[in-house]
């Protein structure tokens, strides 16, 4: 079915053939617009942005490039087509057909995972809305808009599902949803780095790079699901998904580009000299790299998780690319690697495979977030500057679980909290580098130009050239 614009609340789901859920959705509408003009990017409200849309959920729709005033954008609500045989693939239902409506006896979990997963897309909103009034290029300014506009359309794909499928108690998780306040003292956003600052565009570029990319695991393991709805609409959220992490790669490394040039032509490593001439030296873009990955690493849960366990046994969740296992898809006798504390040192142990989803799908993830480390220290080596980017060993800074108990350095070695408090400035950003990096931040916003600490993209969007008029203010 293709997307009918003609209707309040574009969608490929025949809205129109449920009066009632259309209304409830309708009703939505207003507060999410509210939430919008209050939350959403500032500075934006005005503009014509070069922004891609869906006009159908196929490879030659979905993604339209046109001038769009930003709150005229039509947030719809989009899935995959469906495939009529899909089965269960794991868990205790495995092998029955997939679920077209909510069972009973998971309605609780389902419910929770859905509104987690919503919670973040407009926490990210949220986080990121100051960051238009110091954009380092029109080229960069459209790209955040973009990225703000799907994380609101992945609050309504979420949305959808709650109105949709849990009655009452949906509806008033949807109003939830726009209640909620990123780094809000007395109602928080859910999940820890969904209440953190980002502050400025290097976090912003982190971001996108480290935390969108848990977006990704958490939707790939959510694609796996036995509720067939919910399968769709992440695995076309995933689609918008990769040019969000897209913005993030690209972003550090053209950040770590023009750094380098920098120290070419200065024949400098020196960070005084180089925050001098303007660039952000390679030592803070680690502190920055390390807070990012360790806060993000977080969002996976424990690393031994009975949660975990029944979302997988129930059919709600499965791992990362589910069906080319070849195991039993069941896990109830497997075992996998996890970190364990033993007298205060680290230690390779193992627990039941079924309750340490979350580790396995964190390890799927750094394995991920790693090869693009790589690809930023390409930039440097071809720079032939002697200085490599690591990512801190996985019990560095953990706030959830186990590993939250002990002090461990980037490189794993465990520590006092003396040794740590002493250390810790070396290896996480510090209010002084934040204020630095701040201190760069400027509005420029003249079609091709571009702030001195970045360099300009290799390829800017759907074939456009650097020097595109990406916004137009009004
Ligand atoms: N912060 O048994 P555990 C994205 C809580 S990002 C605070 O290990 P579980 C996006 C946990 O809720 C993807 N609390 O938890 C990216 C539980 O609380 P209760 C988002 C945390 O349930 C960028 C308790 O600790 N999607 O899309 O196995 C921009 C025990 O923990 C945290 C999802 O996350 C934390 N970091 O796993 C925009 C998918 N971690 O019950 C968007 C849906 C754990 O004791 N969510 N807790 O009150 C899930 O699958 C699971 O909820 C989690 C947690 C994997 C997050």
Redesign the pocket.
């Known amino acids: 079915m293709n997307i009918s614009y003609a209707e309040k609340i574009p969608n490929n789901v025949d809205l129109g053939g449920d009066r009632v859920l259309q209304r409830a959705l309708e009703h939505w509408q207003p507060e999410f617009l509210k939430w919008w003009a209050d939350m959403g990017p500032e500075g934006s409200h005005t503009a014509d942005v070069y922004l891609r849309t869906a006009v159908s959920v196929h490879p030659s729709g979905w993604a339209h490039f046109d001038y769009v005033k930003m709150p005229d954008y039509r947030w719809g609500i989009f899935l995959s087509p469906a495939d009529g045989e899909r089965k269960i693939n794991f868990g205790d239902h495995k092998g029955e057909p997939a679920w077209q409506d909510v069972p009973g006896e998971h309605r609780a979990n389902l419910r929770?995972?859905i509104v987690?997963?919503g919670d973040?897309?407009p926490?990210?909103v949220e986080q990121q809305r100051h960051l238009g009034l110091t954009c380092p290029s029109l080229y960069d300014l459209r790209n955040l808009f973009q990225v703000n506009v799907e994380?609101g359309r992945?609050l309504w794909a979420m949305v959808y599902l709650l109105q949709r499928y849990f009655g009452r108690d949906g509806r008033e998780e949807a109003e939830a949803l726009l209640q909620r306040r990123s780094g809000d003292q007395d109602n928080p956003r859910?999940?820890?780095?969904f209440n953190e600052k980002t502050p400025d565009w290097l976090a912003f570029f982190m971001f996108t790079y480290f935390?969108?990319r848990?977006?990704k695991f958490?939707?790939l393991a959510?694609a796996e699901s036995g509720f067939d709805p919910l399968a769709r609409t992440t695995r076309f959220m995933l689609m918008e998904e990769a040019h969000h992490m897209y913005v993030g790669e690209s972003g550090v490394g053209r950040i770590i580009h023009r750094t380098c040039e920098v120290m070419a032509q200065h024949k400098t490593d020196d960070p005084a000299r180089l925050r001098a001439l303007g660039v952000i030296d390679l030592p803070t873009i680690q502190r920055y790299l390390n807070f990012h990955f360790s806060v993000t690493i977080?969002?996976?849960?424990?690393d031994v998780?009975?949660?975990?366990a029944t979302?997988f046994s129930s059919g709600l969740?499965g791992r990362y690319g589910e069906t080319a296992f070849t195991d039993d898809h069941l896990l109830r006798d497997a075992l996998y690697p996890v970190l364990q504390i033993v007298d205060g040192h680290l230690e390779m142990g193992e627990a039941p495979a079924l309750n340490a989803l979350?580790e396995k799908l964190r390890d799927d993830y750094i394995k991920d977030s790693v090869a693009g480390v790589g690809r930023w220290n390409r930039i440097i080596r071809k720079s032939g500057i002697p200085f490599e980017l690591t990512v801190p060993h996985k019990a560095f800074n953990r706030k959830?679980?186990p590993l939250a108990g002990l002090k461990v350095a980037p490189d794993g070695r465990v520590m006092s909290d003396a040794e740590w408090t002493a250390k810790q400035r070396e290896w996480l950003a510090t209010d002084e580098d934040r204020a630095f990096v701040a201190s760069l931040m400027g509005r420029v916003a003249a079609a091709g130009a571009y702030a001195n600490w970045i360099s300009p993209p290799a390829l800017a969007i759907n074939k456009q050239p650097n020097d595109f008029e990406f916004v137009r203010f009004n």
């Open positions: 929770r995972i987690t997963q973040t897309e926490a990210s994380e992945h859910i999940l820890g780095a935390t969108d848990d977006g958490q939707l959510l977080d969002l996976f849960g424990a998780s009975s949660n975990a979302f969740k979350n959830i679980g």
